[in-house]
Protein backbone atom coordinates (compact mmCIF):
# COMPACT_ATOMS: atom_id res chain seq x y z
CA UNK A 1 0.00 0.00 0.00
CA UNK A 2 2.80 2.17 0.63
CA UNK A 3 3.80 2.41 -2.95
CA UNK A 4 0.26 3.37 -4.33
CA UNK A 5 -0.37 6.78 -5.60
CA UNK A 6 -3.22 8.98 -6.51
CA UNK A 7 -1.06 10.83 -9.14
CA UNK A 8 -3.73 13.67 -8.90
CA UNK A 9 -2.13 14.38 -5.37
CA UNK A 10 1.46 14.40 -6.57
CA UNK A 11 2.67 18.47 -7.35
CA UNK A 12 6.41 17.87 -7.50
CA UNK A 13 8.45 15.00 -9.04
CA UNK A 14 12.19 14.19 -8.42
CA UNK A 15 13.32 14.37 -11.60
CA UNK A 16 15.68 11.49 -12.60
CA UNK A 17 19.53 12.69 -12.94
CA UNK A 18 21.93 9.95 -14.13
CA UNK A 19 24.87 10.05 -11.81
CA UNK A 20 23.26 12.00 -9.19
CA UNK A 21 19.81 10.75 -8.06
CA UNK A 22 21.09 7.75 -5.96
CA UNK A 23 19.35 6.06 -3.06
CA UNK A 24 21.13 8.72 -0.49
CA UNK A 25 19.94 12.17 -3.00
CA UNK A 26 16.10 10.69 -2.58
CA UNK A 27 15.93 10.15 0.93
CA UNK A 28 17.28 13.38 1.56
CA UNK A 29 14.44 14.52 -0.24
CA UNK A 30 11.71 12.28 1.17
CA UNK A 31 13.36 13.80 4.69
CA UNK A 32 11.28 17.06 4.00
CA UNK A 33 8.89 15.79 1.87
CA UNK A 34 6.38 13.24 2.69
CA UNK A 35 4.60 13.45 -0.62
CA UNK A 36 6.94 14.16 -3.61
CA UNK A 37 7.46 11.33 -6.30
CA UNK A 38 11.07 10.20 -6.43
CA UNK A 39 12.42 8.96 -9.01
CA UNK A 40 15.55 6.39 -9.70
CA UNK A 41 18.21 7.07 -11.95
CA UNK A 42 17.77 6.34 -15.86
CA UNK A 43 18.07 2.22 -16.02
CA UNK A 44 19.19 1.19 -19.45
CA UNK A 45 16.55 -1.87 -20.64
CA UNK A 46 19.45 -3.71 -22.30
CA UNK A 47 21.62 -3.72 -19.45
CA UNK A 48 18.42 -4.51 -17.05
CA UNK A 49 17.64 -7.30 -19.53
CA UNK A 50 21.08 -8.83 -19.39
CA UNK A 51 21.71 -8.78 -16.06
CA UNK A 52 17.80 -9.01 -14.25
CA UNK A 53 19.44 -8.84 -10.42
CA UNK A 54 21.95 -6.39 -10.71
CA UNK A 55 24.25 -5.89 -7.92
CA UNK A 56 25.13 -2.00 -6.67
CA UNK A 57 23.57 1.77 -6.11
CA UNK A 58 21.94 2.10 -8.93
CA UNK A 59 18.90 -0.24 -8.28
CA UNK A 60 19.42 0.31 -4.20
CA UNK A 61 16.39 1.58 -2.79
CA UNK A 62 14.90 1.81 0.72
CA UNK A 63 10.61 1.64 1.76
CA UNK A 64 10.66 5.19 3.02
CA UNK A 65 11.18 6.60 -0.39
CA UNK A 66 8.02 5.46 -2.05
CA UNK A 67 5.78 6.84 -3.93
CA UNK A 68 9.02 5.84 -6.18
CA UNK A 69 8.96 5.79 -9.68
CA UNK A 70 11.71 3.62 -11.40
CA UNK A 71 12.52 5.05 -15.15
CA UNK A 72 13.54 2.73 -18.05
CA UNK A 73 15.26 3.78 -21.71
CA UNK A 74 15.52 1.62 -24.31
CA UNK A 75 13.81 0.91 -27.75
CA UNK A 76 12.84 -2.40 -28.15
CA UNK A 77 9.37 -2.35 -26.76
CA UNK A 78 9.15 -6.24 -25.93
CA UNK A 79 12.18 -5.61 -23.76
CA UNK A 80 11.59 -2.45 -22.06
CA UNK A 81 7.95 -4.15 -21.11
CA UNK A 82 9.67 -7.30 -19.95
CA UNK A 83 12.40 -4.84 -17.88
CA UNK A 84 9.27 -2.66 -16.47
CA UNK A 85 7.07 -6.21 -15.67
CA UNK A 86 10.41 -7.44 -13.79
CA UNK A 87 10.34 -4.13 -11.65
CA UNK A 88 6.78 -3.66 -10.96
CA UNK A 89 6.54 -5.37 -7.59
CA UNK A 90 9.04 -2.87 -6.01
CA UNK A 91 7.91 0.88 -8.38
CA UNK A 92 5.42 3.08 -7.80
CA UNK A 93 5.27 4.30 -11.14
CA UNK A 94 8.13 2.89 -14.15
CA UNK A 95 8.77 6.30 -16.36
CA UNK A 96 9.94 5.75 -19.90
CA UNK A 97 12.99 8.48 -21.08
CA UNK A 98 11.65 9.61 -24.48
CA UNK A 99 14.07 13.16 -23.31
CA UNK A 100 17.63 12.71 -23.07
CA UNK A 101 19.53 14.80 -24.89
CA UNK A 102 23.35 13.13 -24.43
CA UNK A 103 24.76 11.15 -27.01
CA UNK A 104 25.51 8.19 -25.76
CA UNK A 105 21.86 7.63 -25.12
CA UNK A 106 20.62 9.02 -28.54
CA UNK A 107 23.34 6.78 -30.63
CA UNK A 108 21.37 3.22 -30.24
CA UNK A 109 18.25 5.42 -30.99
CA UNK A 110 17.07 6.00 -27.23
CA UNK A 111 15.78 8.83 -24.86
CA UNK A 112 15.10 12.12 -27.30
CA UNK A 113 16.24 9.79 -30.42
CA UNK A 114 12.63 8.26 -29.67
CA UNK A 115 11.33 12.59 -30.09
CA UNK A 116 12.01 10.80 -34.36
CA UNK A 117 10.18 7.83 -33.92
CA UNK A 118 7.02 8.46 -32.62
CA UNK A 119 5.04 5.52 -33.85
CA UNK A 120 7.93 3.54 -31.52
CA UNK A 121 7.93 5.26 -28.46
CA UNK A 122 3.68 4.89 -28.51
CA UNK A 123 4.45 0.78 -29.04
CA UNK A 124 6.83 0.84 -26.43
CA UNK A 125 3.80 2.29 -24.06
CA UNK A 126 1.52 0.03 -25.37
CA UNK A 127 3.35 -2.94 -24.80
CA UNK A 128 4.64 -1.34 -21.00
CA UNK A 129 0.52 -0.61 -19.74
CA UNK A 130 -0.28 -4.49 -21.08
CA UNK A 131 2.69 -5.32 -18.52
CA UNK A 132 2.02 -3.66 -15.31
CA UNK A 133 -0.74 -2.89 -13.37
CA UNK A 134 0.70 0.35 -12.21
CA UNK A 135 0.96 3.92 -13.45
CA UNK A 136 3.56 4.46 -16.33
CA UNK A 137 4.64 7.75 -17.56
CA UNK A 138 6.61 9.15 -20.13
CA UNK A 139 9.32 12.22 -20.39
CA UNK A 140 9.98 13.87 -23.35
CA UNK A 141 10.75 17.27 -25.33
CA UNK A 142 9.64 19.79 -27.34
CA UNK A 143 10.60 17.90 -30.41
CA UNK A 144 14.37 16.44 -31.87
CA UNK A 145 14.96 20.60 -33.07
CA UNK A 146 13.50 23.13 -33.42
CA UNK A 147 12.45 22.35 -37.39
CA UNK A 148 10.60 19.06 -36.20
CA UNK A 149 8.39 20.07 -33.24
CA UNK A 150 5.80 17.39 -32.17
CA UNK A 151 5.72 17.47 -28.70
CA UNK A 152 1.54 18.32 -29.11
CA UNK A 153 1.63 14.95 -31.12
CA UNK A 154 3.70 12.92 -29.51
CA UNK A 155 1.56 13.66 -26.25
CA UNK A 156 -1.24 12.25 -27.83
CA UNK A 157 0.19 9.92 -28.62
CA UNK A 158 1.42 8.31 -25.27
CA UNK A 159 -1.74 9.49 -23.77
CA UNK A 160 -3.60 6.91 -26.65
CA UNK A 161 -1.23 4.64 -26.31
CA UNK A 162 -1.73 4.51 -22.23
CA UNK A 163 0.17 6.68 -20.06
CA UNK A 164 -1.04 7.71 -16.80
CA UNK A 165 0.56 10.62 -17.14
CA UNK A 166 3.83 12.56 -18.70
CA UNK A 167 6.61 15.04 -18.37
CA UNK A 168 8.00 17.40 -20.48
CA UNK A 169 10.78 19.42 -20.64
CA UNK A 170 10.55 22.96 -22.25
CA UNK A 171 13.84 22.61 -24.49
CA UNK A 172 14.44 20.35 -28.14
CA UNK A 173 16.80 17.86 -27.60
CA UNK A 174 19.47 19.92 -30.10
CA UNK A 175 19.26 22.98 -28.06
CA UNK A 176 20.93 20.21 -25.02
CA UNK A 177 20.90 22.47 -21.39
CA UNK A 178 21.47 25.65 -23.47
CA UNK A 179 18.89 28.53 -23.81
CA UNK A 180 15.82 28.63 -21.53
CA UNK A 181 13.15 26.46 -20.89
CA UNK A 182 9.94 27.65 -23.29
CA UNK A 183 7.45 26.87 -20.51
CA UNK A 184 4.85 28.38 -22.53
CA UNK A 185 5.03 25.98 -25.25
CA UNK A 186 4.07 23.31 -22.54
CA UNK A 187 1.36 25.42 -22.10
CA UNK A 188 -0.71 24.37 -24.77
CA UNK A 189 -1.01 20.54 -23.82
CA UNK A 190 -3.52 22.44 -21.56
CA UNK A 191 -6.33 21.75 -24.26
CA UNK A 192 -5.14 18.65 -25.80
CA UNK A 193 -4.71 15.74 -23.30
CA UNK A 194 -6.95 15.07 -20.44
CA UNK A 195 -4.02 13.31 -18.36
CA UNK A 196 -1.79 14.93 -16.20
CA UNK A 197 1.29 16.66 -17.24
CA UNK A 198 4.39 17.67 -15.54
CA UNK A 199 6.54 20.62 -16.55
CA UNK A 200 10.89 20.34 -16.40
CA UNK A 201 13.27 22.47 -17.17
CA UNK A 202 15.05 26.15 -15.00
CA UNK A 203 13.08 25.42 -12.10
CA UNK A 204 15.58 25.86 -9.27
CA UNK A 205 13.59 28.23 -7.35
CA UNK A 206 10.10 28.27 -5.51
CA UNK A 207 9.78 31.55 -7.53
CA UNK A 208 10.53 29.61 -10.64
CA UNK A 209 8.11 27.23 -9.52
CA UNK A 210 5.45 29.53 -9.38
CA UNK A 211 5.99 31.06 -12.24
CA UNK A 212 5.94 27.59 -14.17
CA UNK A 213 2.91 26.69 -12.75
CA UNK A 214 1.64 30.27 -13.90
CA UNK A 215 2.59 29.65 -17.30
CA UNK A 216 2.46 26.22 -18.52
CA UNK A 217 -0.85 25.48 -16.80
CA UNK A 218 1.24 22.31 -15.53
CA UNK A 219 -0.74 20.04 -12.92
CA UNK A 220 2.86 19.97 -10.88
CA UNK A 221 6.55 20.60 -11.86
CA UNK A 222 9.98 18.05 -11.87
CA UNK A 223 12.79 19.20 -10.38
CA UNK A 224 16.15 18.33 -11.87
CA UNK A 225 19.08 20.27 -10.47
CA UNK A 226 17.19 22.57 -8.53
CA UNK A 227 17.03 20.12 -5.56
CA UNK A 228 21.14 20.08 -5.69
CA UNK A 229 22.46 21.81 -3.03
CA UNK A 230 18.84 22.16 -1.42
CA UNK A 231 16.46 18.78 -0.40
CA UNK A 232 14.13 21.29 0.77
CA UNK A 233 12.81 22.69 -2.25
CA UNK A 234 10.03 20.03 -3.32
CA UNK A 235 8.65 20.68 0.04
CA UNK A 236 8.46 24.40 0.02
CA UNK A 237 6.98 24.46 -3.40
CA UNK A 238 4.54 21.86 -1.88
CA UNK A 239 3.60 23.73 1.34
CA UNK A 240 3.06 27.22 -0.94
CA UNK A 241 0.58 25.15 -3.03
CA UNK A 242 -1.21 23.94 -0.20
CA UNK A 243 -1.05 26.89 2.26
CA UNK A 244 0.33 30.19 -0.37
CA UNK A 245 2.75 30.32 1.94
CA UNK A 246 6.76 31.11 1.05
CA UNK A 247 9.18 29.15 2.99
CA UNK A 248 12.59 31.03 3.13
CA UNK A 249 15.29 28.34 1.90
CA UNK A 250 17.79 26.99 3.98
CA UNK A 251 20.56 29.35 5.48
CA UNK A 252 23.91 28.81 4.35
CA UNK A 253 24.33 27.31 7.81
CA UNK A 254 22.12 24.73 7.16
CA UNK A 255 23.00 23.86 3.42
CA UNK A 256 26.30 23.09 5.44
CA UNK A 257 24.73 20.50 7.36
CA UNK A 258 22.89 19.26 4.96
CA UNK A 259 26.16 18.83 2.93
CA UNK A 260 28.18 16.74 5.58
CA UNK A 261 24.77 14.53 6.02
CA UNK A 262 24.86 13.68 2.52
CA UNK A 263 28.87 13.07 2.34
CA UNK A 264 28.46 11.21 5.22
CA UNK A 265 25.68 8.89 3.71
CA UNK A 266 27.46 8.70 0.29
CA UNK A 267 30.41 7.33 2.02
CA UNK A 268 28.29 4.96 4.23
CA UNK A 269 27.12 3.53 0.90
CA UNK A 270 29.86 3.65 -1.73
CA UNK A 271 33.00 3.32 1.01
CA UNK A 272 35.34 6.46 1.84
CA UNK A 273 37.43 6.04 -1.43
CA UNK A 274 34.35 6.11 -3.61
CA UNK A 275 31.72 7.95 -1.66
CA UNK A 276 34.48 11.28 -1.75
CA UNK A 277 34.87 10.88 -5.30
CA UNK A 278 31.47 10.85 -6.02
CA UNK A 279 30.23 13.90 -3.51
CA UNK A 280 32.62 16.14 -6.00
CA UNK A 281 29.88 16.93 -8.13
CA UNK A 282 27.73 18.37 -5.65
CA UNK A 283 30.18 20.72 -3.62
CA UNK A 284 29.27 24.00 -6.03
CA UNK A 285 25.92 23.69 -5.62
CA UNK A 286 26.15 23.79 -1.93
CA UNK A 287 28.56 26.66 -1.71
CA UNK A 288 27.32 28.58 -4.85
CA UNK A 289 26.38 31.78 -2.69
CA UNK A 290 29.42 31.91 -0.94
CA UNK A 291 32.01 34.77 -1.91
CA UNK A 292 34.95 33.08 -4.24
CA UNK A 293 32.60 30.21 -3.84
CA UNK A 294 35.18 28.62 -6.71
CA UNK A 295 38.38 29.14 -5.03
CA UNK A 296 36.56 26.32 -2.31
CA UNK A 297 35.35 23.88 -4.40
CA UNK A 298 38.97 23.93 -5.89
CA UNK A 299 39.98 22.87 -2.61
CA UNK A 300 37.14 20.59 -1.43
CA UNK A 301 37.53 18.20 -5.28
CA UNK A 302 41.36 17.25 -4.60
CA UNK A 303 40.56 16.28 -0.82
CA UNK A 304 40.61 11.94 -0.12
CA UNK A 305 38.93 11.86 3.42
CA UNK A 306 35.93 12.59 4.95
CA UNK A 307 37.55 14.44 7.82
CA UNK A 308 40.06 17.10 5.76
CA UNK A 309 36.69 17.79 4.07
CA UNK A 310 34.57 18.38 7.13
CA UNK A 311 37.36 20.30 8.79
CA UNK A 312 37.40 22.86 5.30
CA UNK A 313 33.82 22.87 5.76
CA UNK A 314 34.04 24.44 9.00
CA UNK A 315 35.97 26.69 8.09
CA UNK A 316 34.09 27.87 5.29
CA UNK A 317 30.94 28.37 7.71
CA UNK A 318 33.39 30.34 9.96
CA UNK A 319 34.45 32.38 7.06
CA UNK A 320 30.45 33.37 5.70
CA UNK A 321 29.83 33.28 9.68
CA UNK A 322 32.47 36.28 9.65
CA UNK A 323 31.26 38.05 6.77
Partial sequence: MKKQIDIKKIKVIQAPLAGIS??????????????????????????????????????????????????????????????????????????????????????????????????????????????????????????????????????????????????????????????ISDWEKIGKLKNEIKIPYFANGDIKTLDDAIKCLDVSKANGVSIGRGIMGDFTLPYRIEQYLETGKKIDEPSFKEKIEMLKTHLKQEVELRGEKNGVKFMRKFYNFYISSLKNASKYRQVLVVLESLKEIEEVLDDVLCLSSAN
Fill in 22 to 179: DCVYRGLTRKYSSTCLLSTEMLSAEALNNCPNPKGAILKFDEKEYPLSFQLVGHKPKMIAKCAKLLEERASVIDLNFGCPVNKVIKSGDGSAMMKTPELAQEIIYEVRNAVNIPISAKFRLGWSRDNENYVDFAKRMENAGANFITIHGRFRSDLYSG
